[in-house]
């Protein structure tokens, strides 16, 4: 099946400092990518979506300016969170969609593994 | 907007049925989804149901829905050890870049031996 990495699988790091998370498509290319995360005991909340070439579409009350999301080729997304502190510590999750069925049902939407993030 | 909620925990013994309920409040869902996720591991794709179906079958897994009570639930015949994880349903819209999911809170699925 399609497979969807993301890196790192972990990441420990000062507060103030800035986090890049990877997410690529590897057998497949995605003009979308969808950043996710996620709080112990509660579900994946949507962050923002990826658009290849363009802006990112970030949810409500999530700060663009805090995290940053390049969507530069149709393999690759990352998320970028600038100056972390410790309220940032949480589970990221990307997912990718198959641009072959962009515009389809959620079947050809592919998760990576998750990024955990703890800030000191 | 849309929310969708699940009980946070179920146990069950090897050989049972698990049935694992979601509710949600979304009229316009077109899609409903189940994942399952593995420590260490993405999130599995395992079914969905069209909104316009009652069940959906696919060998150990049965998905039931109930449109009217907004109520879909997923059951795992003959429950293994390796079913252990976290099922989510999600709530999905169709359609172009609208298309995204909404989660429920996740279902963590104990099998005792």
């Known amino acids: 099946g399609a497979v969807v990495s993301q890196h790192p699988s972990w990441v420990i790091c000062k507060s103030g400092t800035s986090v890049k998370i990877e997410c690529r498509s590897l057998d497949f290319q995605a003009t979308t990518m969808f950043w996710y995360r996620q709080f112990p005991k509660q579900s994946l909340m949507l962050m923002a979506t990826?658009?290849?070439?363009?802006?990112?579409?970030?949810e409500q009350g999530v700060e663009k300016d805090k995290f940053l999301i390049n969507h530069a080729s149709l393999t690759l997304s990352t998320l970028t969170v600038t100056s972390a502190h410790p309220e940032d510590s949480s589970f990221y999750i990307c997912s990718a969609r198959d641009l072959r069925f962009e515009g389809s049902t959620n079947e050809k939407l592919f998760f990576g593994s998750g990024t955990q993030l703890s800030v000191l | 907007g849309e929310d969708v909620e699940q009980s946070l925990f179920l146990s069950v013994r090897e050989g049972d049925s698990s049935v694992i309920n979601c509710t949600y409040t979304d009229s316009s869902s077109t899609y409903l989804y189940w994942y399952k996720q593995e420590p260490g591991a993405g999130l599995q794709l395992l079914t969905y149901i069209f909104s316009n179906m009652d069940m959906k079958q696919d060998q150990r897994l049965t998905v039931l829905l109930n449109k009217k009570d907004k109520h879909l639930s997923l059951r795992i015949a003959d429950t293994q050890t390796g079913d252990s994880a976290i099922y989510f349903c999600?709530?999905?819209?169709?359609?172009?870049?609208?298309?995204?999911?909404?989660f429920g809170t996740g279902t963590l699925l104990a099998v005792q031996p």
């Open positions: 999600a709530d999905g819209t169709y359609g172009g870049a609208t298309n995204k999911l909404i």
């Open positions: 990826s658009n290849e070439g363009s802006k990112a579409t970030y």
